[in-house]
């Protein structure tokens, strides 16, 4: 869910690192309907945000992430969105 929020905040490419992080702990394991619904959002943003190469490049990136290196790009999400002064 927080890569849709991103996503949807315009953080395309930190929402597809966390998309395919995500991705790689299911191991296998199939996403519910609404999930892949917003999996299937966050791909067609980055569709048309990113560069095939760009996908490609986050996507690695985020299959890479651990779940400390995920809770920084959260913070980091959280900073940048966060008002001045705070």
């Known amino acids: 869910m927080a890569a849709q929020m ?16 995500a991705g790689k ?3 296998g394991s199939p996403r519910s309907v609404p999930e892949r619904a917003r999996a299937q959002r966050i791909e067609a943003a980055a569709r048309a945000a990113l560069t095939p190469e760009q996908r490609t490049a986050e996507h690695d990136r985020g299959a890479a992430l651990t779940p400390d290196e995920v809770l920084s790009e959260l913070d980091g999400a959280r900073r940048a969105c966060a008002p001045a002064g705070r």
């Open 6 to 21: 991103l996503a949807d905040l315009g953080d395309v490419p930190r929402a597809l690192r966390l998309l395919a992080a």
């Open 25 to 27: 702990w299911r191991d």
